[in-house]
């Protein structure tokens, strides 16, 4: 089971606690966790990845084992650590301002 952090405005959105978890089938990467976790919350679709590109939307961000993973290729492994349930992935919403 792989873990996930949401940020409060898409725990509200999918109506769960802070934490989730999903499950993939082979290696762990940051698109099966994505893909899983919108098949499981299908409201979160769009919100987290452009429906069209599949592209990070550009205020939220993708943590673990305290590494940003925002700007890695989605396909790359995730740490053990995660893939394992040790760690959670966090997806953390930024905060913009002026």
Excluded: N
């Excluded at 769960?16 to 409201?43: C, F, H, I």
């Excluded at 069209?52 to 650590?81: I, K, M, N």
Aim: glycine share 8%; net charge negative.
């Amino acid at each position: 089971m792989i873990r996930v952090v949401l940020p409060p405005h898409l725990r509200t959105l999918a109506h769960v606690g802070s934490e989730v978890t999903v499950e993939v089938e082979g290696q762990a990467t940051l698109r099966l966790v994505l893909d899983e976790l919108e098949a499981r919350y299908p409201m979160l679709r769009g919100t987290i990845r452009d429906h069209v590109t599949l592209q990070r939307r550009p205020f939220l961000r993708f943590f673990a084992c305290e590494q940003d993973l925002s700007h890695d290729s989605p396909d790359t492994p995730l740490p053990e650590a995660i893939a394992s349930g040790k760690e959670p992935l966090i997806v953390l919403g930024a905060i913009a301002g002026g």
